[in-house]
């Protein structure tokens, strides 16, 4: 198992859903599961052998989403992956090196301004938005309205048996928040405050203790195609702020 997430805080640029919509007037379903259309298939993706799991978990995203919303059962291409893996970092395949894992604000920009290519004639260009990681009904909500959304964790040295995720983390050396390093996974399946998150081709359940440890960012990619098509636009989404917010990410990312 290889990690690769440099974590980087959103650029202010990047709202939190609950101000480009009313969340406060909302409340999550009790639970939620995008990641029943779209089973664990015990693919790693190479994130097993290369520190790409950014561009897995981007990849992961759109395929959750196309499974839930057209049935389509496409996985990800490697080729596609570590080609993006290649353009966000300089990785170079044959020599497998840089492979220091990715930028995570690079990373979403990149996504949101050129998009990640989902067919020969169509680009997945989401606007971007977070959730605050310790705020269970922004998080949900997000899950629930928005479709699966990326994790970033600083993983303990205990995080690497994957059944530790499922239980509060423990005390010591071996506990510290990013002791191991970062990672990104994507979440489309919750049950009240305790999530599910796919991660090395394996859905892994998430205590809320450890959640609350080592998960320092919830990134979510609102999809026009997706609210139409499911009917779930969260009540009173501002599109023309979302708009404006991408626009200054786009310049960043520019620049």
Same mark, same amino acid.
């Given at each position: 198992?290889?990690?690769?997430?440099?974590?980087? /805080?959103?650029?202010?640029?990047?709202?939190?859903?609950? @101000?480009?919509?009313?969340?406060?007037?909302? +409340?999550?379903?009790?639970?939620?599961?995008?990641?029943?259309?779209?089973?664990?298939?015990?693919?790693?993706?190479?994130?097993?052998?290369?520190?790409?799991?950014?561009?897995?978990?981007?990849?992961?995203?759109?395929?959750?989403?196309?499974?839930?919303?057209? %049935?389509?059962?496409?996985?990800?291409?490697?080729? #596609?992956?570590?080609?993006?893996?290649?353009?966000?970092?300089?990785?170079?395949?044959?020599?497998?090196?840089?492979? &220091?894992?990715?930028?995570?604000?690079?990373?979403?920009?990149?996504?949101?301004?050129?998009?990640?290519?989902?067919?020969? @004639?169509?680009?997945?260009?989401?606007?971007?938005?977070? $959730?605050?990681?310790?705020?269970? &009904?922004?998080? &949900?909500?997000?899950?629930?309205?928005?479709?699966?959304? !990326?994790?970033?964790?600083?993983?303990?040295?205990?995080?690497? #048996?994957?059944?530790?995720?499922?239980? !509060?983390?423990?005390?010591?050396?071996?506990?510290?928040?990013?002791?191991?390093?970062?990672?990104?996974?994507?979440? %489309?399946?919750?049950?009240?405050?305790?999530? +599910?998150?796919?991660?090395? %081709?394996?859905?892994?359940?998430?205590?809320? #203790?450890?959640?609350?440890?080592?998960?320092?960012?919830?990134?979510? /990619?609102?999809?026009?195609?997706?609210?139409? /098509?499911?009917?779930?636009?969260?009540?009173?989404? #501002?599109?023309?702020?979302?708009?404006?917010?991408?626009?200054?990410?786009?310049?960043? $990312?520019?620049?």
């Amino acid at each position: 198992m290889k990690l690769g997430a440099r974590h980087r /805080t959103q650029p202010l640029a990047v709202r939190p859903l609950s @101000q480009r919509a009313s969340l406060h007037l909302m +409340t999550p379903p009790p639970h939620v599961d995008w990641h029943a259309k779209c089973p664990a298939d015990g693919d790693a993706l190479s994130n097993d052998k290369y520190g790409c799991c950014v561009e897995v978990a981007d990849y992961r995203i759109i395929q959750m989403r196309k499974a839930n919303l057209w %049935g389509d059962a496409t996985k990800p291409l490697v080729s #596609d992956i570590l080609g993006r893996y290649s353009a966000l970092t300089g990785f170079n395949i044959t020599t497998g090196q840089p492979d &220091n894992g990715t930028d995570t604000v690079a990373d979403m920009q990149s996504w949101c301004t050129h998009g990640i290519r989902i067919s020969d @004639q169509t680009e997945d260009v989401p606007y971007w938005t977070m $959730a605050h990681p310790t705020n269970q &009904n922004e998080v &949900n909500l997000a899950i629930a309205h928005t479709g699966p959304v !990326a994790i970033t964790m600083l993983l303990p040295i205990g995080a690497q #048996d994957l059944n530790a995720w499922s239980r !509060a983390p423990g005390t010591g050396a071996d506990w510290q928040p990013g002791s191991w390093g970062g990672h990104r996974v994507m979440c %489309g399946k919750y049950d009240g405050n305790v999530r +599910t998150v796919r991660t090395w %081709g394996v859905d892994v359940t998430v205590h809320p #203790d450890f959640w609350n440890a080592y998960v320092v960012s919830v990134d979510a /990619t609102i999809s026009h195609e997706w609210l139409d /098509t499911t009917g779930l636009t969260p009540l009173g989404l #501002d599109f023309d702020a979302l708009k404006t917010d991408m626009t200054y990410v786009q310049l960043a $990312a520019n620049n």
